[in-house]
């Protein structure tokens, strides 16, 4: 659980995603000498044409900038760039975005602290057309390097909007007009028997607890997963995935 914020990025994907969305973030790029392949110069001719200054290092000395940056458990393949941190998003940053979109998909995540969980869901939102993630600021992960390398660019596009009180974030999404469809397994309705067009808040919990109880309180309607096996519940990336297709399904068709 941690609202920490990345100072570093690491990995071709984080690293050139960050290149191409937001220049202005990176300080400067590293990368270990001793890679040499199409995909480490793919990243230093972004680096010279986006104007952000690149440093070659050796493998021994590019080994220690990664421990002394915090990503010793990061796979960072070679590649690795200093970063001003990300400007946390809150409550106030939500309305203006939700006033631009017709009908915005918000992913509401309650209680995923797993940073490896948290990435693979922006990613997914990303993918899905997702206008914003909402997380409560007290009990999710932040934006940390492990968020960003397993979130493959896509915590430079979707907005993290953190927030005080999720239940009455909740409340004023209800009041914009926006509908909540909650997941949880004791819910009677299926996943595809919800209408996901329209302005719609898919909203989650971690696996294993699922959502507080207020959160689940809030929510307009609650659905499950049809689970056809023997396994009772899925990762919450994985489970993500799925509702937010369904919505881009619905929504396309």
């Known amino acids: 659980m941690s609202s920490e914020q990345a100072e570093a990025i690491a990995g071709i994907h984080a690293v050139q995603a960050a290149l191409q969305a937001r220049p202005e973030r990176l300080k400067q790029v590293v990368v270990n000498t001793e890679r040499h392949d199409k995909r480490l110069h ?25 421990q002394k940056l915090g990503l010793g458990e990061v796979r960072h393949q070679g590649v690795l760039a200093q970063v001003h941190a990300l400007a946390p998003l809150d409550e106030a940053d939500l309305w203006p975005l939700l006033r631009s979109v017709e009908a915005p998909l918000l992913l509401i995540l309650d209680g995923v602290t797993d ?23 007290k009990r999710s992960a932040g934006i940390t390097p492990t968020v960003v390398r397993v979130a493959s660019g896509a915590a430079e596009t979707v ?4 927030v005080t009180n999720l239940a009455r974030t909740l409340r004023g999404l209800q009041e914009a007009g926006i509908w909540l469809t909650g997941t949880a397994g004791e819910a009677t309705d299926s996943l595809y028997d919800a209408k996901l067009t ?15 109880r207020l959160t689940r309180e809030h929510c307009d309607h609650l659905v499950q997963l049809p689970m056809q096996g023997q396994v009772s519940s899925l990762n919450v990336s994985v489970a993500a995935g799925i509702c937010l297709f369904e919505a881009v399904r619905q929504r396309r068709a």
């Open 42 to 66: 793919a990243v230093l001719d972004a680096a010279r044409a986006a104007g952000v200054p690149f440093e070659r290092l050796s493998a021994r000395a590019f080994q220690q900038r990664v």
């Open 198 to 212: 329209g302005p719609v808040a898919l909203v989650m919990g971690a696996e294993g607890e699922g959502m507080r």
């Open 115 to 137: 940073p490896h969980n948290l990435g693979a869901c922006l990613r997914t939102a990303d993918a899905a057309g997702v206008q914003a993630v909402i997380v409560p600021r």
């Open 159 to 162: 907005p993290l909007i953190q």
